[in-house]
């Protein structure tokens, strides 16, 4: 199996253009996107959903748009089950339409892997313009104040946060 690292390493101009991108996105089923996101969103923020540091998204739905992917991440909390669930969706007809959200965060892939990989703050991806939030002003600052507090390197398996972070030094 190839690992993200050997990506990097190999990377040219034309191998990670959003276009490739945005192929295996739309190859990709959303019930495999949502099954996987969903097992590891539990698993990775298991003691702060447990800690009640998320109750902020009981009965609210946050949209996460990747805006060069045309994919659309809708997080809530179950109250019950105190799970975090996720809808996908990859049309912005679809998201517009029919999809509820509260608030909504947008950027390109690179920003939020930017933000994951702790290279910029989501206050200056905002005040770059390269992070907007719409809806519910107020869910949307919980919800990146709770973002900025995570350590990814905590969090994260160690070789995924080292490729992560070989990557984003390479982002301009």
């Not at 945005?22 to 969903?38: C, D, F, G, Q, R």
């Not at 298991?46 to 998204?57: K, N, R």
């Not at 608030?103 to 892997?113: A, H, I, P, T, V």
Request: with cysteine; hydrophobic share 40%; net charge negative.
């Amino acid at each position: 199996m190839i690992s993200l690292n050997d990506f990097i390493e190999h990377k040219t101009g034309i191998f990670f253009t959003p276009k490739w991108l945005k192929t295996m996105i739309h190859y990709t089923p959303n019930a495999v996107i949502k099954m996987l996101m969903e097992q590891q969103l539990n698993a990775l923020f298991e003691t702060q959903i447990a800690s009640g540091e998320l109750d902020f998204l009981v009965d609210k739905c946050i949209c996460i748009e990747v805006n060069n992917l045309s994919l659309y991440l809708l997080f809530s909390l179950d109250a019950q089950t105190k799970k975090m669930r996720l809808l996908v969706l990859k049309s912005t007809f679809i998201c517009e339409q029919m999809a509820r959200f509260d608030g909504k965060l947008s950027g390109s892939s690179d920003s939020f892997l930017m933000l994951i990989a702790g290279k910029y703050d989501p206050d200056t991806l905002f005040f770059r313009r390269q992070l907007s939030i719409e809806g519910d002003t107020e869910l949307c600052l919980m919800f990146k104040n709770w973002l900025d507090t995570q350590e990814p390197q905590d969090l994260l398996p160690h070789q995924l946060y080292a490729d992560l972070q070989r990557y984003v030094t390479q982002l301009p």
